[in-house]
């Protein structure tokens, strides 16, 4: 039971404003922003703000490294701060559950999530943290009968360990 990170997506204020024309690197430039493209993310800088970078497309805690050693060396600027915004993990597993076991451990489960269950328009039960673990950075789940899960949104490492702690403990309650 791996759990892969499939994106991570991050912002940095910096110190002062990036000076773009003084970059060594290929730029984009759209309508509202600039996009700097690399092997380890991709960077977004909007024109309003050239204080702030949004990296998007991080694979690994090795890529959030990478990408601050990029900002410092490469674009020559300061971090004054960083925050995760958003991240997505998954884990793909083939077991079976037990349908009336998993639908009755879901029903305890509300004082620490909304549950929706309609396999008639999607195949997954939709697990929504109650707003006390929300606000700490908890991930909403996407849970299958087949015992895959997603990750979606959580923003404390932390705290998406004690998702994958929590979601493990009722795959064993459930399985056939």
């Known amino acids: ?28 430039e759209k309508h509202i922003c600039f996009i700097i493209k690399n092997t380890f993310g991709v960077f977004t800088i909007y024109k309003h703000n ?3 970078i949004h990296i998007t497309g ?4 090795e890529n959030i490294f990478k990408t601050f050693y990029f900002i410092k060396n490469k674009l020559n600027s300061s971090i004054a701060s960083f925050k995760i915004d958003n991240s997505m993990f998954s884990c793909k597993q083939k077991m079976g559950l037990n349908r009336k076991m998993f639908k009755n451990t879901l029903t305890t489960l509300n004082h620490l999530y909304t549950t929706q269950i309609k396999y008639e328009i999607f195949p997954a039960v939709v697990l929504r943290p109650q ?21 979606l949104g959580g923003t404390n490492i932390y705290e998406i360990n004690d998702a994958r702690a929590f979601i493990v403990s009722l795959i064993n309650k459930c399985v056939k």
């Open 58 to 61: 991080v694979k690994s805690r």
């Open 1 to 28: 039971m791996t759990l892969k990170c499939k994106n991570i997506k991050f912002s940095v204020n910096l110190k002062q404003n990036l000076e773009l024309s003084m970059l060594n690197c290929e730029i984009f």
């Open 131 to 151: 707003p006390h673990l929300k606000i700490k950075g908890h991930p909403t789940i996407l849970f299958f009968e087949t015992g895959s899960y997603v990750f």
């Open 50 to 52: 050239k204080k702030k």
